[in-house]
Structure formats: C-alpha cells, structure tokens
C-alpha cells in the first residue's frame, strides 16, 4: 500500500515535475506566472511545450487536447495525436509552442447566443497556465489535458473561464489599490481561494436502465414518495455501506492521482445521497479540480454498476443536491482576510471585507441569484436545506452584536478602535464556531470564510464565483472611492467608512429562518429580490447596473451579456422542452398501457363477482378511480404535447422561457401526481419503472 502523498498528482505536470524537466531560468517564469500573477513570457513556450509533451509520452500519452469550458455547461476538448512529419517526411511525436499556447477548435456548434452565424465556425482556445496540464487515464490511453480559455475569432467570449479570471484580477486590482491607501505596500497579489463541496447520489445501475426520465433528463419526473424516505434522518453520517465505501475509496485514489485533494467523505441526509469535500485551493484550480471531480464521480461509480446523478433535484420529497462554494480571500503575504487577528491592520482588512460583501450582495442581490439559475436548480431552491432564493447574509450573533455596536459609536476614535479590535481578537478562531449554523441561508459567514450555498450540484462553480468576485470587486471599490478623499488618518478614516457600510446595508442582513413565511414578507418589505424561476432570475443580468457593472470592471460588453443569457434561456427552454417530451412519452407508452392492464384484470374480477351474483363497491370504486386517472393522464398528456408543438413555433427564447415556465410547468407537475396516485393503486409487477425504494434502497 502506497501511501496518498507518494502518488497524488501523478497524473499532473505539477510544480515538482517542472523543477526536475525545466531549466532553472524557465521554472523561475513559469512559477512566476503561476503563484505571482505574471504574463506568460512566450520565450519560454518551447522548452515547457518540449517537457510536457516528453513527460506525457513517457506516462503513455498520444494525444494532447485543448480543455475549456463551453457556455453550454460540462467541458469540451478535441484530441490530436502528438504525430508529425519531420524534414524526411518521416512521422515523430512533436507539441510545439504555438500548439502548446493556441488551438482551433471548430466552434459552429457552440451555443453563441447569436453573436454569430452558424456558418462563422472560427473559435481558438488558449493556453491558462495558472492551471496545471493533467494527464486524462481511460485506462487502455492517456491524452494530455491542456486547461484552457475559449474565444471566438472575433476575440468574443465562448466559455466562463475567460470572465472567471477577468473577474479576479478586478478583484485583484480593487483590493490592491485600497491597501496601498491605507499603506500597505507588503501585498502584491490578491488571492482567492474556493472549497467546493460536492453532493450527489448513487442508484444501481439495473434500477437506472429501467428509468428513461433519469437517463435523459437526469431526474425522476415520476414517482411516488417511498414509505421511507429521509424522515428517520438516519442516513446522514452513518456507517458508510461497504460497497459505497468501495466506490468511494477508488474515487479518492483517482482524484489524489490527478492532484486532486480530497478531503471529506460521508453520506448526506438523502438515502443514497453522499458529499465529497476538497481542500482549499487557489479559485481558479479549484474550479478546475472540481469539473473533473464531477467526471470522475461517473465514470468511478460505473465500475461499481453505479451511477451517479449530479442534478439538482433527481427525487421528488428529498434533499436535492448542492455545491457549497465556500470563498476566502488573502494576499501573497499568506493572511487571511477573513480571518480575525490581533493585529489591528489585520482587522481592518476583515472588517473592510466583510463590509465589501455586505455592500455587493445588497446592491446586486438578484445577480447573484440569476448566477445559480438554470432549470435543474429551480426545483432545488427554496427547500429540503437549501437556501431561498432572495439573497441574504447571515453572519451569526457575535459579529452582529459587534457590528450592531460599531454602527452606535458617533465617532470613531483611537479608544472605540482599540475597544472594536478587542473584541474582535476574542472572535474564536474556526476551531470553535463563532455561532450555530444557519443552513437555511443562501450567504454565511461559517468561521474564516463565507459559504454561499445556493450553487447547483452539476453547476460549473464558476459562474457563481464570478458574480460573487464581481460584487466584492464593487464593494471595495466603494470603501475606496469613499476614502480617497477624507483626509487624516486613514485607518481610523476605514472604520467611519464601515459604519457607514453597515448602517446601509442592514437590509441584507439577517439572523433568522429564512424558510419561514414571516421571512418571506419581511424580505419583500426590505425590497429584496425574489426571483422565483430561472427566466425570471436571469432578467437582473440585463439590468442598466449589472451591464455598466460587467463593463467597468471588463468581464463582459453587453453584447456578451446579452448572448450569456439567451444561451441559458436557450438551455433552460430546451432543458424543460426534453422533460415534457420524456414525460409525454412515458406516460402514453408506459403508464397509461399498464393503467389499461390493471383495469382489464379488475374489470374482469368485477364481472365475475357479478356473475355469481357478487358485488364489491369498493372494488367498483377503485375500477372508476383507476378510469378517471387513464383519462386524466390521456388528456394531460395531450394538453402538454400541443403546448410542445406550440412552443417549438417560438423563436424568441425569453418569450419561450415565460411561456414554458408559467404555463407548461404546472401540467407536467399536474401530469406527475396523477402517474404518482396510479402507482399507488397498480399491481407492484406491473409497475413498468423502477420505484422510489428500490431506487433508494441501500446499496
């Protein structure tokens, strides 16, 4: 038995195969543009080109591949072989810098939300070397995977990448002009860092095959609540079956291969739902990881005749599932900005941070609530432990009760700043928590971090981490506009400036249940926003704010806004258009053939009782139940095929995306509880899919 540090990152031209393949000058630039933020000196191309192609080939590689990350959702890459013709015309294996830096993958069949012809095919990937190439195992090849953004010939964004890492240097350079007001020339790199927190489930493969609703839309759009669900909460934190433990043993030994660093496993509150936790990592790796994560996870569990659902919502009256973004922020100087201290410096760069928050999310509330919109979401917010879908912050107690008194002093002087920094130096570190959880927050402060709950569990992380960089970005940007022009000290200046903060943020800020209805009417009554759907949540990136928003900072022009969300109108209309189609088809070749089945053998039943002069109301009644579900389900069924036919005539997508979500939704919902009450009352061997507990049944 090896031990994990002696094979993690064997699959990953990391810092320590670069030292031992670069030479010393080229390892010192690489380096800097990785940990220092430095642009890529392209001199150095060739010879980092030459050692990952040699450090490829030699772990079995035979191709090489551009790995980016398409609007669409999931990740795209093309394979070329590392073959070439020398001077002789003879083949050799050869990657070279300008293969390593740029590719062209054809681009016409990329969602562009319009920004181009179908015909205009020309779209480049480039090289992100902040990210390691990694080596992609199928067990019988290898291919070199080369992270990378993804532009269109006319330099367009195609991918989330590319706005992700615009999104941290706004970031970076934000915070950086703040600190050098206030004095501090030691930072020279703004960091973030990300830890997301990866749910899912596991079902048996035998059970899937039988669900079409599951192998194509990713979730059950039938099937009645089983006798035992979740209720018992017996499932969170227990014994871990062997089998799953198995499975989840081999999927750490192939994430640590990959550099990968897993950290937590455990079963979640859902039968069969489980969660897989990383370690910190810089955000930009950390999404990386993640995507692969969520690969691995599949194709780990098929080799236990698993499979792994990563939708949002997969079964109807249980946890859905999420992924916890958990997101800090520090300098090169290795401090944590969410981390309290004792040295006053130190606080006010907590305090001016989560004054940064506070500010950003109660400005832009709605953009980071349309970050996390897609269909798959829609059914998961809002309940089972996720969080509502009106942005809030919950803080805890003891940093209310300190910022409730910071908001009370008058001035500000040397002795209340002495007093603040006290009292923040007692704040526990996150070896002990600083309050209860709130779980029920979109937003909390859990320690030294803040952990946005809202994403989706088959989400690209990224998204929501560029709303969430871009709303601190502006907070700050607020601090310093604030400060530049007051004069004296600026330190006790900052402390004014985050009363000020405070006091107007209060809206945004709040301690309680966010699932009750007080809540609800409380949050309308502050003017929160509550977008309750997908097509409703993405009009706040179209806003006069959001586009100047997106523009100052240089994340994206409105035309690419504008595309970002007719691309998702786009996915989310085709996404519920593929779930009415299944739904339709399920219910006229599955259900209704076996409602008429059973009604058959009842019926017969019935005309025999009566042939012996016998008669069972309760059996006539249950014969008239069953009847009026058959015609039920015949005429919603073709209620929603017409409401189909009608929908593919539409051309504009947001017009689309209302009419699906306002008047199409509920039929499916209302087609789902008839099915639902049949399944109660059909004959176990007829029932033609698998039900909720075998599904649910331990593996």
Not at 41 to 49: G, L, Q, S, Y
Not at 116 to 124: D, H, I, P, W
Not at 460 to 475: M, P, R, W
Request: aromatic share 10%; net charge neutral; hydrophobic share 35%.
């Amino acid at each position: 038995m090896k031990k994990t540090s002696d094979y993690f990152g064997e699959l990953t031209f990391n810092k320590s195969v670069m030292r031992e393949r670069l030479n010393k000058e080229t390892y010192k630039k690489m380096i800097a543009t990785i940990e220092s933020g430095d642009p890529l000196d392209e001199n150095i191309a060739p010879d980092v080109a030459h050692a990952m192609k040699e450090w490829a080939i030699q772990n079995g590689a035979t191709h090489f591949t551009h790995w980016f990350q398409p609007q669409r959702g999931g990740t795209a890459e093309k394979h070329d072989a590392f073959i070439s013709y020398d001077e002789n015309g003879e083949i050799i294996e050869r990657l070279s810098a300008k293969l390593l830096i740029q590719s062209e993958p054809d681009a016409s069949s990329f969602p562009s939300g319009g920004m181009r012809s179908t015909f205009e095919a020309r779209g480049y990937t480039a090289w992100d070397p902040t990210s390691p190439a990694f080596l992609l195992d199928s067990g019988r090849s290898k291919t070199l995977v080369i992270p990378s953004v993804f532009l269109s010939w006319t330099g367009d964004v195609l991918d989330i990448k590319t706005p992700f890492l615009r999104s941290q240097k706004a970031l970076n350079d934000t915070v950086l002009k703040l600190q050098k007001l206030l004095g501090n020339r030691s930072a020279k790199r703004i960091k973030i860092f990300i830890g997301a927190e990866q749910e899912y489930f596991l079902v048996s493969k035998k059970f899937y095959d039988t669900r079409l609703d599951l192998q194509i839309c990713g979730r059950t759009l039938f099937g009645a609540s089983p006798e035992k669900g979740q209720q018992m909460s017996d499932h969170y934190f227990g014994s871990i079956r062997e089998r799953v433990l198995d499975f989840m043993s081999e999927l750490d030994h192939q994430l640590y291969r990959r550099g990968i660093p897993a950290k937590t496993r455990h079963n979640e509150v859902s039968p069969n739902q489980f969660e897989i936790v990383p370690l910190f990592e810089e955000a930009n790796l950390a999404i990386d990881h993640n995507l692969q994560m969520m690969e691995i996870i599949k194709k780990v569990a098929e080799q236990f005749e698993l499979v792994a659902l990563l939708q949002e919502k997969p079964f109807a009256g249980l946890n859905g599932s999420g992924k916890h973004l958990n997101w800090s922020m520090g300098d090169n100087s290795c401090a944590n900005y969410l981390e309290p201290s004792k040295s006053p410096t130190t606080n006010i760069n907590f305090l001016m941070t989560i004054g940064a928050i506070l500010f950003g999310v109660h400005k832009f509330g709605g953009l980071l609530r349309a970050g996390v919109a897609d269909a798959g979401n829609d059914h998961r917010l809002g309940g089972q432990e996720a969080p509502p879908a009106t942005m809030s912050i919950y803080l805890g107690n003891y940093l209310a009760d300190l910022f409730n008194e910071l908001e009370s002093w008058e001035v500000i002087s040397e002795k209340e700043i002495a007093q603040i920094n006290l009292n923040i130096q007692k704040l526990p570190k996150v070896t002990k928590d600083i309050s209860d959880r709130n779980r029920t927050s979109p937003i909390a402060f859990t320690g030294n971090k803040f952990e946005f709950r809202a994403v989706g569990s088959n989400q690209n992380c990224g998204q929501a981490a560029i709303i969430f960089n871009l709303l601190v970005a502006y907070g700050f940007e607020e601090i310093y506009n604030r400060l530049k022009t007051q004069k004296g000290n600026m330190k006790t200046q900052a402390y004014q400036v985050i009363k000020e903060i405070l006091n107007e943020t209060k809206d945004i800020r709040f301690q309680g249940n966010n699932y009750s209805s007080e809540w609800e009417k409380e949050a309308e009554k502050r003017k929160l926003p509550n977008a309750k759907n997908t097509p409703d949540a993405l009009k706040y990136y179209l806003t006069n704010d959001s586009i100047k928003l997106f523009e100052k900072y240089k994340i994206l022009n409105k035309k690419e806004l504008e595309s970002k969300i007719s691309i998702k109108l786009e996915n989310y209309s085709l996404v519920k258009l593929i779930e009415f189609k299944t739904a339709i088809n399920m219910t006229n070749t599955l259900f209704i053939p076996v409602v008429v089945e059973y009604l058959g053998k009842l019926s017969e039943t019935a005309n025999s009782l009566k042939s012996l002069n016998m008669e069972s109301t309760t059996l006539e009644n249950e014969i008239k139940t069953l009847l009026t579900l058959y015609q039920d389900m015949k005429s919603i069924a073709i209620n929603l095929k017409n409401d189909v036919k009608n929908a593919q005539k539409i051309t504009d997508f947001t017009e689309l995306s209302d009419c699906i979500s306002s008047l199409s939704e509920p039929k499916l919902n209302k087609l789902r509880q008839v099915v639902d009450k049949a399944e109660r009352i059909v004959e176990n061997d007829l029932w033609p899919v698998a039900k909720y507990r075998e599904l649910l049944a331990e593996l």
